[in-house]
């Protein structure tokens, strides 16, 4: 389950995404029938809180045009997460945690912070590896040795 932001009136809508035939099945087994979209399993890894994704005959894409948000609610809630995007580029995480398909990240300043990302994104980083943010994606930080 995924939350959008509708642009037209600021309302912000949970919404189911399937990447395959099993996790339709399983929704629907679990009673949910309205409000689930298809995507491809890489496109939807590869989304970012910031991404323009729209939906169009149950399916979901990502949108690279502009767009024109009229609605002043929609308009803060967007800017407010693009802003908190842009704020964590260049910073630092310590891999805390690999668990299932989740890679649990913790701020490496110490300070509070805590959060995951997919591990079929990142299946080369292990426990203790020190990750940073760079153009929306994450990367090992190589270690200086002394000698």
Do not use: C
Not at 80 to 93: N, P, R, S
Not at 103 to 110: H, I, K, P, R, W
């Amino acid at each position: 389950m995924i939350k959008v932001v509708d642009i037209e009136n600021g309302n912000e809508i949970k919404i189911y995404v399937t990447t395959d035939n099993e996790s339709l099945k399983r929704l629907k087994n679990e009673g949910i029938y309205n409000k689930i979209y298809a995507m491809d399993k890489s496109a939807f890894l590869n989304l970012n809180l910031t991404d323009n994704i729209i939906m169009k005959d149950n399916k979901l894409y990502s949108n690279s045009e502009k767009i024109e948000i009229k609605n002043n609610l929609a308009w803060r809630l967007l800017s407010d997460l693009y802003m908190g995007e842009i704020e964590t580029e260049g910073k630092q995480y310590k891999v805390e945690e690999i668990k299932d398909n989740e890679v649990y990240l913790t701020n490496a300043d110490g300070t509070v912070g805590y959060f995951t990302i997919h591990r079929e994104l990142y299946p080369d980083f292990k426990v203790g590896d020190t990750v940073q943010k760079n153009n929306r994606k994450y990367n090992k930080v190589e270690e200086v040795k002394d000698e």
